[in-house]
């Protein structure tokens, strides 16, 4: 498997363990056990764990080509842009003490996935864009 398959392979595997399953299929009463806050509604955590989902396919989208041995852009930039700005805020509000009053576990939660979106970004770049396998998708040039 090239780097660029495993980069896309842990995406999805972290993405939908951590979270899709989560906000998409815990109870309220276990997402408030975990930290988050009370919502009248989970309505918005299922949407956002839709979201993340939607995120999945695209992701498996770049790993079908990658498992081809080539790169598809849309869903490397997906992520570079999805995980890069997920890291970001993860950095700054962690950076400003927002997780403190939270759970251990969920401190836990927060500050892997700042770890794990950062290494994810950073992979996207090295073996997504920089890397060496062809893209997908576009011609050959002519001799």
């Known amino acids: 498997m090239s780097p660029l398959a495993w980069v896309l392979s842990l995406k999805i595997a972290a ?22 806050p009370a919502q009248p ?7 956002l764990g839709w979201a993340y989902l939607a995120l999945c396919v695209g992701y498996g989208f770049g790993l079908q080509a990658a498992l081809r041995g080539q790169r598809l ?9 999805s995980n890069g700005g997920a890291c970001l805020y993860l950095l700054y509000f962690g950076l400003a003490g927002a997780f403190a009053p ?3 576990l969920l401190q836990i939660v ?16 090295r073996y997504g864009v920089r890397g060496a396998l062809p893209l997908a998708g576009v011609a ?3 001799p």
């Open 41 to 47: 509604t989970t309505m918005f955590l299922r949407m």
């Open 110 to 125: 927060a500050w892997g996935s700042a770890v794990a979106t950062a290494l994810i970004t950073l992979g996207l770049w």
């Open 15 to 36: 993405t939908v363990l951590v979270w899709c399953l989560p906000l998409l299929l815990f109870p309220s009463l276990w997402l408030e056990a975990l930290g988050l």
């Open 102 to 104: 939270w759970p251990p």
């Open 140 to 142: 050959a040039p002519h």
């Open 73 to 81: 852009l849309g869903p490397i930039w997906v992520g570079i842009v």
